[in-house]
């Protein structure tokens, strides 16, 4: 068979172009494609939500590719063993109540653990604005090219609708930030505090608490949480991140289903 570029541009422009389409309208929303989100979207699309998750950069899976300091490998506490298991990601215990896994094998299990749900997946994708409407409620998204942004191109975006939206967009806490910053003087108050130092300890405990609806269906994870919160840096220990995002995953089908 002769192959004919033509066709295999058009395949690609069809094909992605009737995916976005269906992806307008969503029930849950997540931006940022770092682990925490990656378990939510596992959880979210096994509970048959229609989820879609948004990341700006080309790769997926955000700082655990690099584990500690370009060790490739992650560390994750006793109560987050379960996550690793769910996403068939092979561990050993290295201490008492220590696990190690290789951060390659966990991203790339992440991401197929998600897929293999039926979340949607776009990268290169920035999110630059949110969608308020009736009783202050998150409800949308205002999306562009990754690379538009990064490279301040004045290029008109376009938008999505969705029931509820995850932040999980790492130390910035980008969508909490956006909706600080546009919303001041409102009679619900967002206050970004910025993350406090690392201390792995109490970085990890706490999450669990900052991990919440933070504004009327808008939901932050991950790090992003702790940013909000002004609750210490974590470092390269992912359990909390995983078990955050199961949590984000469990707040918004709860709000949905009521």
């Known amino acids: 068979m002769e192959l004919d570029e033509t066709i295999i541009t058009r395949a690609i422009v069809e094909e992605y172009s009737k995916v976005f389409l269906d992806y307008i309208e969503v029930d849950v929303a997540l931006v940022g494609g770092g682990p925490a989100n990656l378990v939510a ?7 048959g939500l229609k989820t879609v998750l948004f990341e700006k950069k080309l790769s997926i899976g955000g700082g655990m590719w690099g584990g500690g300091m370009m060790f490739p490998r992650i560390v994750v506490q006793e109560d987050a063993k379960h996550i690793l298991d769910d996403f068939n990601i092979n561990y050993h215990e290295y ?6 896994a290789s951060s390659i094998e966990s991203v790339g299990k992440l991401i197929c653990g998600a897929t293999d749900a039926g979340a949607e997946i776009f990268n290169l994708i920035d999110v630059e604005d949110v969608m308020i409407r009736e009783n202050d409620t998150v409800c949308g998204l205002v999306i562009n090219w990754g690379p538009v942004s990064m490279n301040r191109l004045h290029v008109d975006p376009l938008a999505i609708r969705a029931k509820v939206v995850i932040d999980g967009t790492g130390h910035d806490a980008g969508i909490c930030s956006t909706v600080q910053r546009k919303i001041p003087g409102t009679d619900i108050k967002l206050d970004v505090v910025g993350e406090k130092p690392m201390w792995a300890d109490v970085g990890e405990k706490i999450l669990m608490d900052t991990t919440k609806e933070v504004y009327p269906g808008l939901i932050v994870t991950g790090m992003a949480a702790n940013a909000v919160a002004g609750a210490p840096r974590m470092g390269p220990v992912f359990g909390g991140m995983m078990l955050s995002g199961k949590k984000a995953a469990e707040l918004a089908i709860e709000k949905l289903r009521k």
Request: proline share 0%.
């Open 41 to 47: 979207a596992k959880y979210l699309g096994e509970a």
């Open 95 to 100: 201490e008492k109540g220590y696990y190690v």
